[in-house]
C-alpha cells in the first residue's frame, strides 16, 4: 500500500464547476499537508498549505483536512479553463521529507 | 517556483554518460532538497542538503548518485553511467529553514533527463 494515495483521474469538468480533489493516508503522524498544482513540463507550484485539521480558503481554493480519517481534500470553486494542470497532495510530519500523491489530472472545458 | 533555479532544463545523455544537474536555491534559503519524478508516478524525495553538508540522502539510490552543495555555487545532483531508468524529471527546492513548522518548500521548474 502506497504511504499517499490519490486517483489519477484524469478528471474533466465544465467551466464553472466545483472541482473536487482528495488524497488518503496512511501515516498518521502526517500534521503538514499541502497541495500543488503541476501544468505541463513544469514544477509543482504550492497553492495551500495546511497545519494539522481543518479547513482553510484562499480565494476559489478550500482545502480540508480530516485527520481522524486520514483524508484531505481541495477544493476549486468557479473552475477556469486556466485550472487545467495536475494537482498533486504532499504531506509530511514535523521534519523536511514530504510525500506526493502521484497527482490527478484536470481539465476545464470551455 | 519563482526564484529556485535550475539548469539544464533539458538534458539527453546516452546511457553511461554522466549527467550533472545544477540547483540555485531563492536568495535567503539555505537549504536544498532534491526529488525526483517518474513517469505516472508522484514526486519521491532524494536527498537533502544545506552549505557543505548532506543531512539526509535517504532517497538516493546507493550507486552512481550523488549530490553536493558547495559554500560557494549550486547545488549539484550528479548522475554517472546514466541508464533508460533514469529518465525522469529531478526538481529541486528549497527553504529559509529545516523542517516545515511556519514555513514551506518551493520548488524549481525542473530538469528534464532524457537517457538514450
Known amino acids: 500500500q502506497k504511504e499517499v494515495e490519490q486517483d489519477p483521474g484524469p478528471l474533466s469538468v465544465p467551466e464553472g464547476a466545483i472541482v473536487s480533489l482528495n488524497c488518503t493516508y496512511s501515516?498518521?503522524?502526517?500534521?503538514?499537508f499541502m497541495w500543488y498544482r503541476q501544468y505541463s513540463r513544469k514544477g509543482p507550484e504550492l497553492l495551500m498549505y495546511?497545519?494539522?485539521?481543518g479547513n482553510k480558503e484562499d480565494g476559489r481554493f478550500t482545502a480540508q483536512v480530516d485527520k481522524s480519517s486520514k483524508y484531505i481534500s481541495l477544493f476549486i470553486r468557479d473552475s477556469q479553463p486556466s485550472d487545467s494542470a495536475t494537482y498533486l497532495c504532499?504531506?509530511?510530519?514535523?521534519?523536511?521529507?514530504?510525500?506526493f500523491g502521484a497527482g490527478t489530472t484536470v481539465t476545464v472545458r470551455a | 517556483n519563482a526564484g529556485v533555479m535550475q539548469n539544464p532544463r533539458h538534458l539527453v545523455r546516452r546511457r553511461g554518460q554522466e549527467a550533472r544537474l545544477r540547483c540555485s536555491p531563492m536568495?535567503?534559503?539555505?537549504?536544498v532538497y532534491w526529488y525526483r519524478q517518474l513517469p505516472e508516478e508522484g514526486l519521491k524525495f532524494m536527498v537533502y542538503?544545506?552549505?557543505?553538508?548532506?543531512?539526509?540522502e535517504s532517497g538516493m539510490p546507493k550507486e552512481r548518485f550523488s549530490a553536493e552543495f558547495p559554500k560557494e555555487g549550486p547545488s549539484i545532483l550528479r548522475i554517472q553511467q546514466v541508464v533508460r531508468g533514469d529518465s525522469a524529471a529531478y526538481f529541486c527546492?528549497?527553504?529559509?529553514?529545516?523542517?516545515?513548522?511556519?514555513?514551506?518548500?518551493?520548488f524549481g521548474e525542473g530538469s528534464w533527463l532524457t537517457v538514450v
Open positions: 542538503l544545506q552549505k557543505e553538508n548532506i543531512i539526509d
Open positions: 536568495k535567503g534559503h539555505s537549504h
Open positions: 527546492a528549497s527553504s529559509p529553514q529545516s523542517g516545515l513548522s511556519g514555513n514551506t518548500i518551493y
Open positions: 504532499a504531506m509530511s510530519d514535523h521534519d523536511y521529507k514530504l510525500s
Open positions: 495546511t497545519y494539522s485539521s
Open positions: 501515516n498518521s503522524a502526517f500534521q503538514y
